[in-house]
């Protein structure tokens, strides 16, 4: 079994920055991808950033430029980095995982950008 704990959500003005931080812990080996994705309420979660085994990126059209998904393996921790925040980055950010054992997904940290 895998956790996953985010943290680092909070309000920002626009143009801001914040860190997102995903913890795992748990039986952690043969992990595909990590990724973060976002939710707004009636919305869809969709995918912002994914960071392979291999450590290619790939980044959704809307954060490119602006986002930086990252990883320290011996911390066994993934982060966001998210500048030049807008309003329409507002949601609820999850840290997702996916190995050969399963498809993991943290708790959710709330991002707000608010003047």
């Known amino acids: 079994q895998v956790q996953l704990v985010e943290s680092g959500g909070g309000l920002v003005q626009p143009g801001g920055s914040l860190r997102l931080s995903c913890a795992a812990s748990g039986s952690i080996s043969s992990i595909y991808f990590m990724a973060w994705y976002r939710q707004t309420p009636g919305n869809q979660r969709e995918a912002v950033a994914l960071?392979?085994?291999?450590?290619?990126?790939t980044y959704a059209d809307s954060v490119k430029g602006r986002f930086t998904i990252s990883r320290d393996n011996d911390k066994n921790t993934r982060y966001l980095q998210m500048n030049s925040l807008k309003p329409e980055d507002t949601a609820v950010y999850y840290c997702?995982?996916?190995?050969?054992?399963?498809?993991?997904w943290g708790q959710g940290t709330q991002v707000t950008v608010s003047p």
């Open positions: 960071i392979s085994s291999g450590g290619s990126t």
């Open positions: 997702n995982l996916r190995s050969q054992a399963g498809n993991y």
